[in-house]
T-cell receptor, first 115, second 110 residues
Framework: EAGVTQFPSHSVIEKGQTVTLRCDPI?????LYWYRRVMGKEIKFLLH????????ESGMPNNRFLAERTGGTYSTLKVQPAELEDSGVYFC?????????????FGSGTQLSVL | QKEVEQNSGPLSVPEGAIASLNCTYS??????FFWYRQYSGKSPELIMS????GDKEDGRFTAQLNKASQYVSLLIRDSQPSDSATYLC??????????FGTGTRLLVSP
């Protein structure tokens, strides 16, 4: 079974440019999460999709960040325009639906560097 | 004060020893706690979850939770060099909305 896949693994862009990160969750997983780790800090929650709907986007830093989940499958996270403080590792995670204690599976992350 | 606190380490132990990793949390609302292991450049991998006070054992790993003291720990028995990684403690704040510590780096020397 394929795990959570993220593209690209690394992205280097200049301040002011746009970057789009992609996450392919494990097939059949309704829950999809974005987390971010900036240098020296802890991993922080950004938002949560249930299928194609945003369940919780309380962790999104500002309106330069836009997350979508087309048809409840893969998800994209766009940063426009990128700022220096957006640099970090962006993790995607997924889990099956339901209210039980489902295991959360993480991808290996996208390392974003804004210069 | 951070919501989940961990010593950054590194914690160095010899092969075969017990590694003890500790974590404290500030929000008493949290009921579920997790330990993730992350190798450099890889994805965080869930190794233990614990929901009630006491100990939970799984192979060489034992998680301990003390809600009165707001304290979570992970013991790794018979530590192996392959256990060398960063261990992340996380508290659940809402459905799978995790609050992480900064992680403790563990080094197991042969």
């Amino acid at each position: 079974e394929a795990g959570v896949t993220q593209f690209p693994s690394h992205s280097v862009i200049e301040k002011g440019q746009t970057v789009t990160l992609r996450c392919d969750p494990i097939s059949g997983h309704d829950n999809l999460y974005w987390y971010r780790r900036v240098m020296g800090k802890e991993i922080k929650f950004l938002l949560h999709f249930v299928k194609e709907s945003k369940q919780d986007e309380s962790g999104m830093p500002n309106n330069r960040f836009l997350a979508e989940r087309t048809g409840g499958t893969y998800s994209t996270l766009k940063v426009q325009p990128a700022e220096l403080e957006d640099s970090g590792v962006y993790f995607c995670a997924s889990s099956q639906g339901g209210q039980g204690k489902e295991k959360l599976f993480f991808g290996s992350g996208t390392q974003l560097s804004v210069l | 004060q951070k919501e989940v606190e961990q010593n950054s380490g590194p914690l160095s132990v010899p092969e075969g020893a017990i590694a003890s990793l500790n974590c404290t949390y500030s929000d008493r609302v949290s009921q579920s706690f997790f330990w993730y292991r992350q190798y450099s450049g890889k994805s965080p991998e869930l190794i233990m979850s614990i929901y009630s006070n006491g100990d939970k054992e799984d192979g060489r790993f034992t998680a301990q939770l003390n809600k009165a003291s707001q304290y979570v720990s992970l013991l790794i028995r018979d530590s192996q060099p392959s256990d060398s990684a960063t261990y992340l403690c996380a508290a659940e704040r809402g459905f799978q909305k995790l609050v992480f510590g900064t992680g403790t780096r563990l080094l197991v020397s042969p």
